[in-house]
């Protein structure tokens, strides 16, 4: 037990490492681009005060989105999907295993879930103990299941889901802003030093491996931010691209894909103002998306009226809400 938990600890401190190198980079960039290029290189007055008003602009919402895409936690299922103390003794004392399923797929009848397993069962968490909201997957760095999982990020330390996927997506956006301002400002006085036009010095150096570290960042950051703008295009995730969602009627890459502006919404919100802003706007709690086919939508009166659901919490009166799922439906047991 002690090791385990050693091994844990490391594995925690450890997985800070990238966060690490990422933050030294963007430290030194800052030095090297105030510092030595706009205080000791430049000099135009005009130039440097231009050059440090936009620069500080890009730091600061690449730091912002940063900081957010790090620190905002992932979203889990809300109690409403998780057994409740009677279901739990009920399941746990009962041991047969179709008795335990049919347990769960009563309670399930009572949730707005569409999606199924590859087998065609309901998904559930055995380690969570909760049923899996559509789009929900189980972490296993997180040790917890993520509402709308995109994909765990080592870059960002944190599970990238449906709280900070829009963070995420503006990180991306503003690192690569950053970038294309420090190259397309640096370029010139990277010839000049190039060719000798500029004596040596310290500031040489800096210019020289800014420019090489800003093109690099913005090469692989380019096909990084273009791959995800795809996936907001479709409503996918990155998971959903790789092995598509399962529905009732066979798998489908498209399920949740309600058309571009509603899948944009559904990131970063209704009010276009917001959009770029690193503030909560997405659209919904998580729990449940609108599908592609609206036909789905219909056995699910939840989610015509979302108040309707939210108002209760003993799961007494979810029941009367929602018609009957199938019964012959069975339960998989998922880490």
């Known amino acids: 037990m002690a090791l385990s938990r050693g091994l844990r600890c490391c594995q925690r401190v450890f ?102 397993a590859q087998s065609g069962a309901i998904r559930f ?12 997957h189980h972490c296993s760095v997180c040790e917890t299941c993520v509402l709308k999982m995109d994909h765990h990020c080592p870059w960002v330390n944190n599970c990238v889901g449906f709280s900070n996927y829009k963070f995420f997506l503006l990180f991306l956006s503003y690192s690569m802003l950053y970038c294309v301002f420090i190259a397309a400002t640096v370029f010139q006085y990277f010839l000049k030093f190039w060719v000798g036009d500029l004596p040596n010095g310290p500031a040489k150096f800096h210019v020289l491996f800014l420019m090489f570290v800003a093109l690099m960042f913005f090469v692989s950051l380019m096909f990084l931010f273009g791959y995800h703008c795809w996936l907001v295009a479709k409503n996918r995730s990155t998971l959903e691209a790789f092995s598509a969602p399962v529905f009732v009627s066979g798998p489908d890459r498209n399920g949740f894909n309600v058309g571009i502006l509603s899948n944009l919404q559904q990131v970063f919100g209704e009010d276009r103002r917001l959009w770029f802003i690193p503030v909560f706007t997405s659209q919904g709690n998580g729990h449940y998306f609108p599908l592609k086919n609206r036909s789905s939508e219909s056995h699910n009166p939840l989610l015509a009226n979302e108040d309707m659901w939210e108002e209760s919490d003993d799961g007494s009166e979810e029941g009367s809400l929602v018609e009957d799922q199938d019964p012959s439906v069975t339960i998989e047991m998922e880490e």
């Open 15 to 116: 997985s800070w490492i990238p966060v690490l190198i990422i933050t030294s980079v963007v430290l030194w960039s800052y030095y090297a681009y105030v510092f030595e290029l706009c205080l000791f290189t430049l000099t135009n007055a005009l130039e440097k005060v231009a050059y440090l008003l936009i620069f500080h602009v890009c730091f600061v919402m690449f730091s912002w989105t940063y900081w957010k895409s790090i620190f905002t936690p992932p979203a889990s299922p809300c109690k409403k999907f998780q057994l409740s103390y009677s279901d739990k003794q009920r399941y746990e004392m009962e041991e047969r295993p179709d008795a335990q399923k049919q347990i769960l797929v009563e309670i399930a009848k009572k949730l707005p879930i569409f999606s199924r």
């Open 125 to 136: 968490c055995d380690r969570c103990q909760v049923l899996k909201p559509d789009r929900c």
